[in-house]
């Protein structure tokens, strides 16, 4: 357990600072290690591709670039990868890499693309060129990279998903390019071809595993939950990429398991955003319904009908929740998925004395953010069980939940939603409108001074940024916030 103390100031300085949201959008996960990786990697590329661009031989060498920074790109995507297997290197942290090292091959293929075809175009050459095979294979190669780079932009990625997963694939067509068009290509693109199918035969092996689904469960607001039998995580806040063949049997989508490492039934939340998740949805919602109480909860009678395949779970992640007796989750809407699974092993590992070495105890904080009351109930039943557990005397875990509903309310549905707010009986305060996150942030260091603490973000981007504020704010040499932040990068 480190001591919170006695934190040096300089360190608590530039801890404030990298806190802080992210400037630069590729930035994400904003550590002092990825700074200083990101300065040497950009360093190198520059250093490296400096030249007078005077003769043709000059444009070669953003050719090699090219190949250099696909050929690492390509180390590091895949679900079963060495780095974060064998090194314990975090996905996001893998993920980003790959993003960098990505765009330079996109930036070091245009500058080779284009310096090369003006030379030939003001030489008037350009059409004789076009008659060599490896020229034509080349521009191919360089228009299936832009394609990909194109297609991941974070707008497209979020709500057509379907566009950036297959588009994706037109990698094999740059790397066979790669392999014709360049003389020493298989030395760096070979490697990362190898692990991607060594990755693609684990997955494979994957779908041969026996995942039975428990229930299906349509909730107001375009959420449905599954609950599945058959894969356990290993860690808090793992993904896995669910297929269901009823649906497609080409589309993969990946999802946050909600439930606690270990656990023997696990829980998905998918909301309806794009396309595939609506198809889930409609499924939901075409079933036959068992009504529980209300309608906004309607369980579907699939469970013994529907087909599921499960493809991991997958999944490091940067902070060891266990070895912080502070841990704060913030959450909006369906990102509540990554805090409901770290509030699940920390609460039920602690009744059972299996958490790392706190004697003290841990101290749960959760700030969850909707839209309408009615969207509690998505998780309403773990947050109940967990609460219980926590209040228990032999568990040394407290747990404050606090939920926000933001919904603007109009005309008739005003009174009807302030009485649904008055009438929730399940654990933690209700209050309306948006939370002060700052204050929140600053009430828990009041109670909680002296300790460290973990900070889950995952929501929208302005709650995000808010907790990252809050989190800056309130770290001083008596007690850190260190945040790690859910992102959809994939």
Request: one cysteine or more; glycine letters at 8%.
């Amino acid at each position: 357990m480190p001591n919170p103390q006695n934190h040096w100031a300089p360190y608590v300085w530039l801890h404030k600072l990298l806190t802080l949201p992210s400037l630069a959008p590729f930035l994400t996960q904003h550590t002092v290690p990825s700074i200083l990786r990101c300065l040497i990697f950009t360093g190198l590329n520059v250093f490296w591709g400096w030249n007078r661009i005077r003769y043709t031989t000059d444009y070669q060498l953003y050719g090699w670039l090219t190949i250099a920074n696909a050929g690492l790109a390509l180390l590091l995507p895949t679900r079963t990868n060495l780095f974060a297997v064998v090194a314990r290197i975090p996905s996001s942290i893998l993920l980003m890499y790959h993003r960098w090292a990505g765009v330079t091959a996109v930036v070091h293929a245009t500058l080779h693309f284009g310096l090369t075809a003006q030379h030939y175009v003001r030489t008037n050459q350009f059409d004789t060129v076009l008659e060599n095979a490896r020229i034509r294979v080349g521009i191919m190669a360089w228009a299936a990279l832009t394609l990909m780079f194109m297609t991941s932009l974070r707008i497209l990625r979020r709500r057509a998903f379907e566009v950036f997963y297959y588009a994706h694939f037109l990698f094999l067509v740059f790397v066979g390019g790669a392999f014709y068009h360049a003389t020493y290509a298989t030395e760096f693109i070979l490697p990362g071809l190898i692990l991607w199918a060594i990755d693609r035969l684990i997955r494979f092996c994957y779908n041969f595993r026996s995942i039975v689904l428990e229930s299906v469960t349509h909730y107001a607001g375009d959420v449905t939950k599954l609950k599945f039998r058959g894969a356990k995580t290993a860690s808090a806040g793992q993904i896995a990429w669910v297929q269901i063949p009823s649906i497609s049997l080409a589309n993969w989508h990946p999802f946050t398991i909600a439930s606690g490492p270990r656990e023997e039934v696990g829980t998905i939340a998918i909301r309806a955003l794009g396309g595939y998740t609506k198809n889930v949805q409609q499924m939901a919602v075409d079933g036959d319904m068992v009504i529980h109480g209300d309608a906004s909860a309607q369980q579907t009678v699939l469970a013994g009908q529907v087909k599921i395949r499960l493809d991991g779970p997958y999944g490091v992640g940067r902070i060891q929740w266990a070895r912080y007796p502070v841990v704060v989750l913030v959450a909006g809407g369906i990102g509540i998925t990554p805090g409901i699974s770290i509030a699940s092993y920390i609460i039920k590992n602690a009744a059972s004395a299996g958490v790392g070495s706190n004697r003290r105890g841990w101290h749960l904080h959760l700030l969850w953010s909707l839209s309408d009351i009615a969207h509690v109930r998505w998780f309403g039943e773990e947050l109940k069980n967990l609460s219980e557990l926590a209040s228990r005397p032999d568990v040394p875990v407290s747990f404050d939940i606090s939920i926000h509903v933001t919904k603007a309310v109009v005309t008739n549905q005003e009174e009807h939603d302030i009485e649904n707010i008055m009438k929730y009986e399940g654990p933690g305060r209700v209050r309306e409108g948006r939370p002060n996150v700052m204050q929140w942030f600053q009430d828990i260091k009041t109670i909680r001074a002296g300790l460290d603490a973990a900070v889950n973000l995952c929501g929208p981007r302005s709650l995000v940024d808010d907790g990252r504020k809050a989190a800056a704010r309130v770290s001083g040499r008596d007690g850190l916030f260190h945040v790690e932040e859910e992102t959809f990068e994939f």
